[in-house]
């Protein structure tokens, strides 16, 4: 008997594998790859499956853990702090695209409840699937318009949850709809209950108890129980089963076993989402595709270019510069994977049926696969549009001015340090300027930011250090250090190129966090490009010699001429550590170790000869490093000075006694 199901399965991922490598190559996102094995699988392609009806049911286990996850990573605190920019931000973009989605529907003939539902297929974006995945290897994740980006898409993430409920209303829209809100939030309230007595008293000590039994199966069993187990009872109580499995992520969620269940439960949610995308491929029809191109080409164009104007005005709203919101806007512009959740509902409640559903379905196809094109051509759009005759206000944000420093004080600025981004850097960076009284500006592109930091007395002013005129109001033609400090890299190297030319003499410091990109951000004016990947590299070798009591002077040696040769040093071993290393290995008892001279020592102003350290410790005297200079072998009439820093040889033991007892001083 043959197990039609298995098979199946077998010939998806299969050529999934093919077709997933193609999409590597091409540069395509893996979503848009598992769409294209279904299209090809399905009855509409070459027909290779047979068990359709099995392969949505494991489809819909994929959606089942893929909204499970997103309750597990959705975090309450991480909601209050971006409140602003996700609530404000995402509502008006998900409201003024269901709007404008809405009257475009009607207008066209649509009945009311399709309309409805055009529109809230349309205000939904991709998040996990391509835009966060592109952000994150951009290293643009923590950049203003990545997590602007974020922001918003938090926001549908939530959003998506009373569409799906709302659906079925949709398709009864002649019954009593008043009665059937009132019922459906009573049940919403009765599940929300559920939750959260679930959140602050079962599921915590649930898992604990669990957890003590250090069986990862047992655990992930247990997970996956909870995970089914509440969103089949919220589909008992007639809601979806999506619904319960996003409110079961919550309620992990809360405690502190949250991201142990993602870490067991994503490479599941993975291979169960890939199987509802190549579900949702399987449904397209390419018949329709080649017979109505020019419809689909002129519907994908309009939904990419209405998407973009309305996240676009949306982020301007929020105050942000003209650049970020454009970036935002064509980051956003694509119908997201969570539109094929609904539509695979509204086809369900038959609210997308025949030419509809294939319509919609190959224009959220066509704008999800040419997504990583815009997004790859969005800082020069942005670019493009500032050079367009703009109002000045409208280019550097529509932020209020308590977030601009007063001209008085600009006009003070003189031998100053401009710091660009607040971040973790930016904060440390301008500590230390405050701790060592060196006057400094800050400039930030998050409104709220500047403000919050405004009334705790930091010089912050907002704007966006890409315009002539942000830096000259910082006073970039009096400043003498510049430090770039934010995440993103296309406006870095502009930012560089701009300071440059108007101030020729100042000395500009940026960061990046590939190797790769500070070729570039020298030859376009910066003095010093600190790259992360790389410090990080030259951190861990210099904690390692130091374990091995390699010098501290030597390991700044090899340091500084690591940092002048590049990866070229790393690639050949250095001799001083390597032989100090193999001294280390074959003498394990012995010891190297730097003591600082103490001012108030009784040694200090006494000779070599006089201390006796060899013939009264047993320790000798490699060296003395006194200010820049190091004093090897010294001789008898050598005389310690304070604050010398003397490198002895010993025992432990040995040298114990000598840095507590006899010279009174402090060990570094």
């Known amino acids: 008997m043959e197990v039609v199901l298995f098979k199946d399965v077998l010939v998806i991922f299969s050529l999934a594998i093919g077709v997933l490598l193609i999409c590597q190559r091409v540069k395509l996102p893996t979503v848009v790859g598992f769409l294209f094995t279904g299209i090809l699988a399905g009855p509409y392609g070459f027909g290779l499956i047979s068990a359709i009806h099995e392969v949505e049911i494991l489809a819909e286990i994929g959606v089942v853990l893929l909204l499970f996850t997103i309750g597990v990573e959705f975090s309450l605190k991480e909601f209050i702090r971006m409140k602003r920019s996700v609530v404000l931000g995402g509502s008006l973009q998900v409201i003024l695209t269901f709007l404008v989605s809405f009257a475009i529907s009607t207008r066209l003939g649509r009945p009311f409840n399709e309309a409805v539902f055009i529109g809230f297929f349309i205000s939904l974006s991709s998040t996990t699937a391509i835009v966060l995945k592109i952000l994150q290897e951009k290293a643009e994740f923590n950049s203003p318009h990545g997590r602007m980006a974020l922001a918003v898409l938090i926001f549908q993430d939530i959003a998506v949850v009373p569409m799906i409920l709302f659906t079925p209303l949709l398709a009864g829209v002649g019954a009593d709809l008043g009665k059937s809100l009132a019922l459906l939030a009573l049940k919403g309230v009765g599940v929300f209950a559920l939750v959260a007595a679930g959140a602050k008293w079962i599921v915590p000590g649930l898992l604990y108890q669990i957890a003590r039994s250090r069986s990862r199966e047992l655990f992930l069993l247990s997970v996956l129980v909870m995970c089914f187990g509440i969103a089949w009872l919220t589909y008992l109580a007639g809601l979806s089963l999506a619904l319960g499995a996003f409110l079961a992520g919550l309620i992990i969620s809360e405690s502190e076993y949250g991201y142990h269940a993602l870490g067991n439960i994503v490479p599941f949610r993975d291979v169960f989402t890939s199987l509802f995308f190549v579900s949702i491929g399987m449904l397209l029809d390419l018949g329709f595709l080649m017979k109505h191109p020019d419809q689909v080409a002129l519907i994908s164009a309009a939904v990419i270019i209405f998407k973009t104007l309305i996240a676009t005005t949306a982020v301007l709203f929020l105050g942000f510069p003209l650049r970020t919101a454009i970036i935002v806007g064509l980051t956003l512009c694509q119908v997201g994977e969570f539109s094929f959740i609904l539509a695979r509902v509204g086809v369900d409640y038959g609210l997308l049926v025949g030419d509809t559903f294939q319509l919609f379905l190959a224009v959220a196809v066509i704008t999800m696969g040419v997504t990583p094109f815009i997004m790859a051509l969005a800082p020069r759009v942005a670019n493009a549009a500032l050079r367009l005759p703009l109002p000045a206000k409208l280019k550097g944000g529509l932020s209020k001015k308590s977030g601009s420093m007063n001209a008085h004080h600009v006009q003070e600025l003189a031998d100053h340090l401009i710091i660009l981004g607040y971040g973790l850097n930016g904060k440390n960076l301008a500590a230390a300027a405050k701790t060592a009284k060196i006057l400094h500006v800050i400039i930030e592109m998050n409104p709220e930011t500047v403000r919050n930091e405004k009334k705790a007395g930091e010089p912050i002013m907002y704007g966006d250090a890409t315009h002539e005129a942000v830096l000259d109001h910082a006073g970039i033609e009096a400043a003498r250090v510049m430090v770039v400090a934010i995440s993103d890299p296309t406006a870095t190297r502009k930012i560089t190129a701009v300071a440059r030319r108007l101030n020729p003499n100042i000395h500009i410091i940026a960061r990046t966090r590939f190797l790769a990109e500070t070729t570039a951000l020298h030859k376009l004016g910066a003095n010093e490009v ?62 190297i170790s730097s003591i600082r001279v103490h001012e108030k020592a009784s040694v200090v102003g006494r000779s070599l000869a006089e201390l006796q350290l060899r013939t009264k410790y047993g320790v000798t005297l490699l060296a003395i490093r006194r200010g820049p200079q190091i004093l090897a072998n010294p001789d008898g009439q050598t005389q310690i000075l304070a604050d010398d820093i003397l490198i002895l040889l010993g025992s432990p033991s040995d040298l114990v006694p000598v840095a507590g007892s006899c010279l009174e001083c402090e060990t570094e």
Do not use: C, W
């Open 530 to 591: 600190i790259a992360e990947e790389y410090e990080t590299s030259v951190e861990i070798f210099a904690r390692v010699l130091a374990k091995y009591l390699v010098p501290r002077e030597e390991i700044d040696q090899f340091t500084a001429e690591t940092r002048k040769s590049g990866y070229q040093m790393l690639r050949r071993p250095a001799q001083a550590p390597a032989s100090l290393a193999d001294f280390k290995f074959n003498f394990p008892d012995m010891e």
